[in-house]
């Protein structure tokens, strides 16, 4: 037996042919039959089947060929896995098969694997068999900000095809929507501008990030913003995503205080949709005023009022621990200001030049600065300042302490009290969707990008990584490792290159210990042999040479 491989070439394309075949003689003749065609083999596999056939009566010389070369290979057990599941939850699909589709499902791997600059998942794929497990060809940094373009270009075809690939809008949805923004190092991102940080970052433009998630915190939407923003007028958006995207109409948007006001909730009915969103404190405080809602409610687990006007309905609870932590927060801010007050009068009692107006200042700008000003009185006599608390201010103001009101219009027979506020409370996936964006190894931020389109793609390619990190941190929730050392303990496999007369293929090794843990709890087999494409990836732009 051997195989008969040839050559042919048609219209200046080179064709290759592999038949396995066995030679025999009949009437004193050499003949040859043909057994099977192999032509679907890669090279690696044929050069193995001529290697056995070879040796085949001595497999034992096969440990001692000379021929044969080893080399240790690319990082490939990570980025196998993870094609895995891109392919389970349909991102793979969504994406398609073209060379932009594998860019970015690329990049959405490199998000999990080690975040950075697409310059940086260039240098990453050079060290990772992304080109052989994904079938890339050679690729620079130029194609990957291209490829972010690519993907702003088809989001909603994206967000829409893995809505109906989940089984989502099979019947009425439930959608939890949050806000949330990013600070920027740089100050050239077209999207950049100043507003209400929520990272705490003084003199730092961002941009702002809409996120919509099913009930069970599977993000299905990303939207971005300029920084300057409001969560209000993010609403309007996602109204028009729900109804052109994924054309559901049965729709009820969950979205805290910020976010769905009188307006945006009008906005919501006017589209035929329903809403759970909560309360200020001044708004409470209005229906109290009106006899709408009653204190002696908030006594209660749970209390609802209807108010038959409108349907509107209102759910209310206090919550205990969050009023003591009230409490004490509003107590230590107070010792805080009488040791800074305390510090002002020493400051002025060591000399009469210093200026009493300007500590004044000071003490009215902290006691404002910690949201005091109605509960305390700062007076003084001759240049000592004391401060007193106003005991009867300070019970109006702690009376809701721990109280919130949900408010909702879905009608009792869908909803009951206790899902209502449930719905409200999943809102909580959405913040930890955020924290895992900005804080957890995903790290939307630096970005390293300028222009809108590139900064969208970015931010869609992290939302599509979260997807794959929550199916992961699901899959691996009895192993003793978290998602981020999951990955590295995956990446730590590498194959071994096989070389046989210019042939290559890559033998991928047994995992053993967490590995073949980890593996066997996101149900992955890896497979014994890919091919070895040989694809020379490199940078356009080199790393800038050590200052000395």
């Not at 993010?234 to 910020?258: L, P, S, W």
């Amino acid at each position: 037996m051997y195989v008969d491989s040839s050559k042919t070439t048609i219209n200046g394309k080179t064709y290759q042919r592999h038949l396995f075949r066995e030679s025999y003689r009949e009437d004193g003749k050499v003949k040859n039959r043909t057994l099977g065609k192999i032509s679907k083999c890669s090279e690696g596999e044929i050069a193995a089947i001529k290697l056995a056939l070879k040796y085949k009566d001595n497999l034992a010389a096969l440990l001692h060929i000379e021929d044969v070369e080893l080399h240790e290979g690319l990082r490939v057990g990570v980025v196998y896995a993870l094609k895995t599941l891109a392919e389970r939850l349909g991102i793979s699909k969504t994406l398609g098969n073209t060379r932009q589709g594998k860019l970015a499902l690329w990049q959405i791997m490199a998000r999990l694997i080690g975040q950075g600059s697409r310059l940086g998942a260039v240098r990453m794929a050079a060290r990772y068999g992304a080109c052989d497990v994904l079938e890339l060809e050679r690729f620079t940094e130029d194609d990957l900000y291209a490829n972010l373009a690519w993907l702003t270009e088809h989001q909603e075809r994206i967000e829409q095809q893995l809505f109906k690939h989940n089984s989502a809008g099979a019947g009425p949805e439930l959608l939890l929507y949050d806000v949330t923004s990013s600070y920027l190092e740089g100050m050239e991102n077209v999207l950049a501008a100043f507003g209400y940080n929520r990272d705490g970052k003084k003199g730092k433009k961002q941009i702002v990030i809409g996120l919509l998630c099913t009930a069970d915190g599977d993000p299905v939407a990303v939207r971005v913003f300029a920084g300057n923003t409001g969560d209000k007028s993010t609403v309007a958006e996602q109204i028009r995503t729900i109804a052109n995207t994924f054309g559901i109409e049965e729709v009820t948007m969950v979205g805290d205080k910020g976010m769905i006001k009188t307006p945006q909730a009008k906005e919501l009915t006017d589209a035929g949709f329903h809403y759970i969103t909560s309360l200020s404190k001044p708004e409470i405080r209005t229906l109290l005023k009106a006899e709408v809602l009653q204190m002696d409610f908030f006594d209660s687990e749970l209390y609802e009022v209807e108010n038959k006007t409108d349907g509107v309905r209102y759910v209310l609870r206090r919550n205990p621990v969050r009023e003591a932590e009230m409490a004490k927060n509003r107590q230590e801010r107070v010792k805080k200001i009488q040791r800074y007050v305390d510090e002002k009068n020493s400051y002025l009692a060591g000399s009469l030049k210093r200026d009493k107006d300007v500590a004044e200042r000071s003490l009215q700008k902290k006691i404002s600065q910690y949201k005091l000003n109605d509960v305390l009185e700062l007076t003084h006599q001759e240049r000592v300042f004391t401060v007193t608390v106003n005991e009867e201010i300070l019970k109006g103001v702690a009376l809701l302490d721990g109280c919130y009101v949900i408010k909702t219009d879905v009608k009792k027979e869908l909803l009951s009290t206790e899902q209502v506020h449930d719905r409200y409370k999943d809102l909580a996936k959405v913040e930890h969707a955020f924290r895992t964006f900005k804080q957890s190894h995903l790290e939307i931020r630096p970005v390293h990008v300028r222009t809108e389109a590139s900064t969208r793609g970015h931010v869609f390619a992290v939302m599509l990584a979260y997807k794959i990190e929550r199916q992961l941190s699901e899959l691996w929730k009895k192993c003793e490792c978290t998602v981020p050392e999951g990955i590295d303990e995956l990446g730590a496999i590498r194959s071994t290159i096989v070389t046989l007369k210019g042939s290559s293929c890559q033998k991928i090794p047994q995992s053993k210990g967490l590995a073949a843990e980890l593996l066997a709890a996101a149900g992955i087999t890896l497979p014994s042999i890919i091919d070895a494409k040989n694809v020379d990836v490199v940078t356009r732009k080199k790393l800038a040479p050590k200052r000395k």
